[in-house]
């Protein structure tokens, strides 16, 4: 089975973002005209360039491409929308690059774009839980945090210091939804929500918009668009719900994901510059650093105290902040991901730059579940 | 045929019931595989794919190991704090379910769903298991 890493080199060109927020009465069109424009500016192409694009929203309901896009000017461009519950951007993300990868396109976009709207399809199923609970993420996770503090021996203090490391991050990025520096303290005495986790130690509700224009060899020249800050998509990696025989279902979905995606670029974890991870909940971010290999199983804790995961250190982890202070409005999150990752690879990120960065990894878990990894490289 | 109504639904079906021998989910069984899975359903197997004329329902006892227990300090419906526990069952499946609040919890104790509280319906909550009379351990 062909990868899209066999067919035609496909080019992140342009990103665009309007900055994640708490929900306010701004129209989502607003939102996400924002980010496909600044997106448009960043490659320095028009809008009749683009041939096709891939509309990421979880909330929104159906048909809410055409009605935002038709302000850009009707072009007649293929639309088709994308839902992937958290990894609906990401998903996004990769349908844009699978088209110029195909040949389908020379350019297209992939636009994720949400409002705190709406609820999730299990409503539907028919089928009736075991428990009120169970399908509440932020219960789930409480429950894995409290095995996790018991099995690997972590004390809430040191999962807490992935909030620390994020929200500083936050406060660095301008289109973060929380842009406030808190201490280990500050981040311990949030109000409680499950368990170890409270509300600074998951990721917040919200609204946003990202869009990034990917392109191929062929439309870079013809564009005239500025080689040094285009970034290769390196390897496209997504997978779903195996029998995993009461594994959590999300680490097990890192581990196969991002092994495609590493057998795909053909590197080593441990050569990762940046790496956005799904953070949801601060616990996550312990979990998946270790399921993808940037450090041993158990080593989290200690690598992410010894600067490891800082901007700076050896990897730089969740630097836009993360989904617990950049945001996570679902539909674009995983396309910030992207945005984020380019900026640093371009060396655009000021100050939140990670030195000498050249390869970078997103990484989004959804309600499925479902995992999509993307790599990036110059 | 009049379409059903708030008043005309059909009560939804039941998670657990009461047995001679204590409480049980009610779940699913594959005729092909064997696999067995909570919560009830007639849509396919999840381990080996086959159709819905192959899943029938099956009981599964409400008794295992706790994994984890976490107290739940906000939630929509339910008046807080609950305490919610994951619990390995020994028939195979892994359930999140209402947790006792009268225990001290750690992982690893034994636990079993209580067939006569009703306090938490349409939901079984789960309480320490009781000893069977004469054993010691």
């Excluded at chain 1, 990120?349 to 579940?369: C, E, F, S, Y």
């Excluded at chain 2, 005309?8 to 069984?29: C, H, N, S």
Aim: with cysteine.
């Amino acid at each position: 089975m062909a990868r899209i890493t066999d067919l035609r080199p496909v080019h992140v060109a342009g990103i665009g973002l309007h900055p994640y927020q708490y929900p306010t009465e701004t129209s989502y069109i607003e939102l996400g005209l924002h980010a496909v424009r600044e997106a448009l500016a960043d490659a320095g192409v028009p809008w009749p360039s683009v041939e096709a694009a891939f509309v990421g929203t979880a909330r929104l309901g159906m048909a809410a491409g055409v009605p935002m896009l038709r302000y850009l000017g009707m072009t007649g461009l293929r639309v088709s929308q994308v839902e992937n519950a958290s990894a609906t951007g990401s998903t996004a993300f990769r349908q844009a690059v699978a088209e110029v990868a195909s040949g389908l396109a020379d350019v297209a976009i992939a636009i994720g774009v949400d409002k705190a709207l709406g609820k999730i399809a299990a409503a539907g199923t028919g089928i009736t839980p075991i428990s009120p609970a169970a399908d509440i993420p932020f219960a789930r996770y409480a429950l894995l945090t409290e095995r996790y503090l018991a099995e690997a021996g972590y004390t809430r203090e040191q999962i807490a210091m992935v909030a620390v490391k994020n929200h500083g991050n936050g406060a660095l990025n301008p289109y973060a939804q929380r842009r406030k520096k808190r201490t280990l303290e500050e981040v311990l005495a949030a109000p409680a929500v499950a368990g170890p986790l409270n509300g600074l130690q998951i990721t917040p509700q919200g609204e946003g918009a990202a869009a990034v224009i990917v392109m191929s060899e062929d439309a870079i020249q013809r564009y005239g668009v500025a080689r040094d800050r285009t970034v290769r998509v390196a390897a496209s990696a997504t997978t779903s719900d195996q029998a995993f025989d009461g594994q959590n279902a999300d680490v097990a979905l890192t581990v196969s994901a991002t092994n495609a995606a590493y057998e795909e670029w053909g590197g080593d974890p441990k050569d990762l510059d940046i790496v956005e991870v799904h953070d949801a909940f601060a616990i996550e971010e312990l979990l998946f650093v270790e399921a993808m290999g940037l450090c041993p199983p158990g080593a989290g804790a200690g690598e992410l105290a010894a600067g490891s995961f800082n901007i700076g250190g050896r990897t730089a982890v969740s630097p836009s902040g993360g989904l617990l202070a950049m945001g996570h409005p679902l539909g674009p999150t995983g396309l910030g991901q992207i945005a984020e990752i380019t900026r640093q690879l371009r060396g655009e990120a000021g100050d939140r730059q990670h030195p000498g960065a050249k390869t970078g990894l997103a990484h989004m878990v959804g309600i499925g579940p479902v995992c999509v990894v993307h790599i990036l490289e110059r | 045929m009049a379409r059903p109504t708030e008043e005309t639904a059909p009560e939804p079906p039941r998670i657990w019931e009461k047995t001679g021998g204590g409480a049980v989910l009610i779940g699913w069984a594959c005729g092909q595989c064997g696999q067995r899975g909570l919560p009830r359903q007639y849509f396919g197997c999840e381990r080996c794919g086959a159709p819905r004329e192959d899943i029938s329902e099956s009981a599964l006892a409400a008794r295992g190991v706790l994994r984890s227990s976490a107290s739940i300090e906000r939630h929509a419906v339910w008046p807080v704090p609950f305490l919610m526990g994951e619990v390995e069952l020994d028939d195979g499946p892994i359930v999140h379910s209402f947790l006792s609040a009268e225990t001290a919890w750690e992982p690893g104790m034994r636990v079993a769903g209580d067939a006569d509280d009703l306090s938490r319906e349409p939901y079984l909550i789960f309480v320490l298991e009781e000893k069977p009379h004469g054993t010691h351990h």
